[in-house]
Nanobody, 126 residues
Framework: QVQLVESGGGLVQAGGSLRLSCAAS????????MGWFRQAPGKEREFVAT????????YYADSVKGRFTMSRDNAKNTGYLQMNSLKPEDTAVYYC???????????????????WGQGTQVTVSS
């Protein structure tokens, strides 16, 4: 059984920073990729960032490029999302997701990930 547990969400003023963590647990779980998605009220879930677990290569949505940085700690099976220069429009529930293989699906699609965390709220006040 694979579990993803997010932490680090909260309330921050515009221009501030937060770091989200996603700890993956499971007896033999070794991610192929880990990603972050977010969903604001009344909107669809959208891709934020992803990281290749083996190479560390990262990809970002245009809306967060230059402000958010994703990293991982292989030994801890944990991924991180450092969010700087936060804007009110970044307010959403942030979900961690992971996959054990590419599954032939694009990294920015929810279908590319078979494991999901419960979500953590990020609120940016203006």
């Amino acid at each position: 059984q694979v579990q993803l547990v997010e932490s680090g969400g909260g309330l921050v003023q515009a221009g501030g920073s937060l770091r989200l963590s996603c700890a993956a647990s499971g007896r033999t779980f070794s991610p192929y990729r880990m990603g972050w998605f977010r969903q604001a009220p009344g909107k669809e879930r959208e891709f934020v960032a992803t990281i290749s677990w083996s190479s560390g290569s990262t990809y970002y949505a245009d809306s967060v490029k230059g402000r958010f940085t994703m990293s991982r700690d292989n030994a801890k099976n944990t991924g991180y999302l450092q969010m700087n220069s936060l804007k009110p429009e970044d307010t959403a529930v942030y979900y961690c997701a992971a996959s054990q293989a590419a599954w032939g699906r694009a990294y920015y699609t929810a279908g590319a990930y078979e494991y999901w965390g419960q979500g953590t709220q990020v609120t940016v006040s203006s």
